[in-house]
């Protein structure tokens, strides 16, 4: 079983519709990622956190997604307006921030995977 | 931009014969981590080896490979494949100096393995 914590396993949207997703990193793990895994099986990169602060985001996030991190409660990523093209497997992984010399590990959750129809 | 190659996307092989998974790579980046990650069917990513040393070989669970920089490389490989190795496998690499560092991806490639 993942440390990384993702809910809703699954959920299906109508196309303009909000899509809410939750995740709750490893314990001890300030920084969250979360990726986008297309039909296709191919990662990509969305926005990720250190704490509360957004350390780096792709254009596509700063548009129609939305995240945070609050303390003392789970990390989010909301679709605002679904489109079909969102249909995909959202994953979130945390990791220890790391110093110079460390090698740590991202622990990634099962996911939650988005229908918009 | 930095990017990670993996030039087969399906691999079959017979059980108990060896398999090899390539991944190269380009980076900008001054110091590299390199990570294998293996993905069963509905569950998460999970690493299967990781490296950031040059020319020095990992082991895991009977996987291993080596990074070299010179060929910009870290190919996987398994002497004696399992029917339980059948999963996505991921190569990625991410930068070691800046904490908090974005993994990037390879394409991942789908390894079966037949009786």
């Known amino acids: 079983n993942s440390k990384v914590i993702q809910t809703p396993r699954y959920l299906v949207k109508g196309q303009g519709q909000k899509a809410k997703m939750r995740c709750i990193p490893e314990?001890?793990?300030?920084?969250v990622f979360w990726y986008q895994q297309n039909k296709n099986n191919e990662f990509k990169f969305l926005i990720n956190?250190?704490?509360?602060?957004?350390?780096?985001q792709i254009d596509m996030t700063e548009k129609r997604f939305s995240a945070e991190c609050p303390s003392n409660s789970p990390c989010s990523l909301e679709i605002q307006s679904s489109e079909a093209g969102d249909s995909a497997l959202y994953l979130c992984?945390?990791?220890?921030?790391?110093?110079?010399?460390?090698?740590?590990?991202?622990?990634f959750g099962s996911g939650t995977r988005l229908l918009v129809i | 931009g930095d990017s990670v190659t993996q030039t087969e996307g399906l691999v079959t092989v017979t059980e108990g014969l060896p398999v090899k998974l390539n991944c190269t790579y380009q980076?900008?980046?001054?110091?590299?981590?390199f990570f294998w990650y293996v993905q069963y069917l509905n569950e998460a990513p999970q690493v299967l080896l990781k490296?950031?040393?040059?020319?020095k070989r990992t082991e895991h669970q009977g996987f291993h490979a080596t990074l070299h920089k010179s060929s910009s490389s870290f190919h996987l490989q398994k002497s004696s494949a399992q029917l339980s190795d059948s999963a996505l496998y991921y190569c990625?690499?991410?930068?070691?100096?800046?904490?908090?560092?974005?993994?990037?991806f390879g394409g991942g490639t789908r390894l079966t393995v037949r009786p």
């Open positions: 992984a945390s990791s220890l921030s790391r110093d110079r010399g460390a090698n740590s590990d991202y622990t």
């Open positions: 314990k001890g793990h300030p920084v």
């Open positions: 956190f250190q704490n509360q602060e957004v350390l780096q």
């Open positions: 980076t900008t980046y001054l110091t590299i981590a």
């Open positions: 490296s950031s040393t040059d020319n």
């Open positions: 990625a690499l991410s930068d070691r100096e800046n904490a908090g560092a974005k993994l990037t």
